[in-house]
């Protein structure tokens, strides 16, 4: 096992050989240690309690990280290009849950901002949902109360919300 250097480019057969838990985003490594703050989860939980019963009687799948999800240009789901990790996806085809994650984009996705990730949630994170046909992409800002809601399939339709904590 070993720990890659964030500033090269790796493979998905790279990130299968670190230790501990990582993303792999356009070939660069970004590391998901330390675990997020006592707030960051309290809000990731009472997301995903809302999602999962507001989704319970749909064929939708609320999921919590550590949970992967596998994105491919190609549909090599045996050598993906990416690895993510949001802190919630919902996923309406069942068909991509499998055993070590999901095969493909989930439908709606939920990254709740950390001091160290805010930046790659609001870049690289959004290019690749975007990207990956993402249909809803929500950034949630603890520190400002605020949720931004991308819809990702319709570029220009964006939403801000201001929650309550």
């Known amino acids: 096992m070993r720990t890659p250097d964030e500033s090269k480019r790796y493979t998905y057969k790279d990130w299968l050989d670190w230790e501990g838990r990582w993303e792999l985003i356009y070939g660069k490594a970004y590391n998901l240690t330390p675990a997020p703050s006592s707030e960051h989860q309290f809000i990731a939980g009472e997301l995903f309690h809302r999602l999962k019963l507001f ?48 095969y493909g984009a989930p439908s709606l996705v939920v990254e709740v901002l950390s001091r160290s990730t805010a930046l790659k949630d609001y ?43």
């Open 55 to 102: 989704f319970g009687n749909k064929d939708c799948h609320v999921m919590i990280s550590p949970f992967d999800v596998y994105l491919s240009e190609n549909n090599d789901f045996e050598n993906p290009d990416h690895v993510v990790q949001s802190d919630i996806s919902v996923i309406s085809n069942k068909n991509q849950i499998v055993k070590k994650g999901s």
């Open 123 to 165: 870049n690289e994170k959004f290019n690749i949902y975007q990207q990956f046909g993402v249909n809803e992409y929500w950034i949630v800002d603890p520190t400002n109360k605020i949720c931004h809601v991308h819809g990702l399939l319709y570029p220009l339709e964006h939403r801000i919300h201001h929650i309550a904590m």
